[in-house]
């Protein structure tokens, strides 16, 4: 209904009640005039009131020219502008944290013992001589099921592997202190149990460090044939220190640490606590001269969302800078949490990555 008829109806002699002939109403969200169907209209009092039962609307229409909408969502967009009143905006993708999947087919899963603790693994899609398996790394205080929707899109073209983090997920822990170093010697010790002497590792947060230490170890670097990191840092002067303060972090700690029992219910959640604590506050601790160490040149893709909240945005200059020929990728719209955010982009970056 355009202002100039609004106007036409405020017109009318008011009475106490009379009831109007039956009226068409046309618009869009342009303004532009739609049939709406049959609307019952009366005046009544000091406004002149129309409903339509079937989009739930109703219109009020008061003497000194202030209009009202009272309507349904579903009816919202057939209005023209001027009769919305404002909407609160969706919150950002970039600011949600999506439910953790499960992982495709939620399997059983393996449990392997390597460097004296039990590392659960699970394997999926099919074995291809002519392509590297893809090994991939979970966050701090996560699981393999945060890959559970990437893992779906690879799998159709390539075998992947993922494993729980010691300590994480279904893997138990020691005592022995973590370090992203020990990360991958974990990893490449569940390649080498399947037999496997090279996979591309994709790696998200300490995940991505876990990828990078392995490149930085002579000994585990034969293991990457390629890498793809999500959310990595080089130092820890480079976290966000504010990072723990967002509505996402902690968030993601009621949900893990919930996760955490469920998987182990006789674990040690204060353990595990520490150990990630005390890795996080303390490692890594490379410089650029660490860094230009690593050869793995093109085949290294180091990524980061748009909106990485929990580490500090200079990461994503830097340390592409610092590595030789390695190549940079910036996914948009997301955050730290990109895999969970936006699997599909996500999986795409990979599938690119590994062509």
């Keep these: 209904m355009d202002y100039d008829n609004a106007r036409r109806f405020i017109a009318f002699q008011p009475g106490k ?6 009226h068409r109403i046309y618009f869009n ?40 909408a009272h309507y349904s969502a579903r009816c919202r967009h057939l209005l023209p502008r001027y009769l919305r009143p404002p909407c609160h905006p969706a919150t950002p993708l970039w600011e949600t944290l999506p ?85 991958a010697r974990d990893a490449a010790g569940i390649l080498k149990s399947l037999g496997i002497s090279q996979a591309a590792w994709v790696g998200w947060s300490e995940g991505a460090d876990t990828v990078l230490a392995a490149l930085l170890n002579s000994e585990l670097a034969p293991y990457v044939a390629r890498g793809f990191t999500t959310g990595a840092w080089h130092n820890v002067e480079a976290n966000n220190a504010t990072y723990t303060e967002t509505a996402i972090y902690n968030e993601f700690i009621t949900r893990a640490s919930a996760e955490y029992r469920a998987f ?8 595990l606590a520490n150990a990630l604590t005390v890795l996080e506050a303390t490692q890594p601790t490379w410089t650029q001269s660490d860094l230009s160490k690593i050869t793995l040149g093109s085949k290294l893709t180091l990524s980061w969302g748009e909106h990485e909240e929990a580490i500090k945005l200079s990461e994503l200059t830097l340390m592409p800078s610092w590595i030789k020929n390695s190549k940079s990728v910036i996914m948009t719209g997301v955050s730290h949490f990109a895999p969970l955010q936006d699997p599909t982009q996500f999986a795409a970056a990979v599938e690119k990555f590994l062509a």
Aim: aromatic residues 10%.
């Design 264 to 271: 182990q219910p006789n674990g040690n959640l204060t353990a």
């Design 99 to 183: 439910a953790t999947p499960d992982l495709p087919g939620k399997p059983a899963g393996t449990k392997t013992t390597v460097n004296g603790i039990q590392i659960w693994h699970a394997e999926f899609g099919t074995k291809s001589s002519s392509k590297l398996p893809v090994l991939m790394l979970h966050g701090g205080f996560g699981s393999s099921n945060y890959w559970g929707s990437v893992v779906e899109k690879l799998m159709k073209n390539h075998y992947v592997i993922v494993m729980d983090a010691r300590g994480q997920g279904r893997s138990t822990m020691d005592s022995t202190p973590y370090s992203f170093d020990l990360y």
């Design 29 to 68: 969200s342009r303004g532009e005039r739609l049939d709406m169907g049959a609307l019952g209209l009366r005046i009544h009092k000091r406004r002149i009131v129309a409903t339509c039962s079937f989009f739930q609307l109703t219109l009020k229409f008061y003497y000194n020219g202030f209009l009202q």
């Design 17 to 22: 009640h009379e009831q109007l002939r039956s």
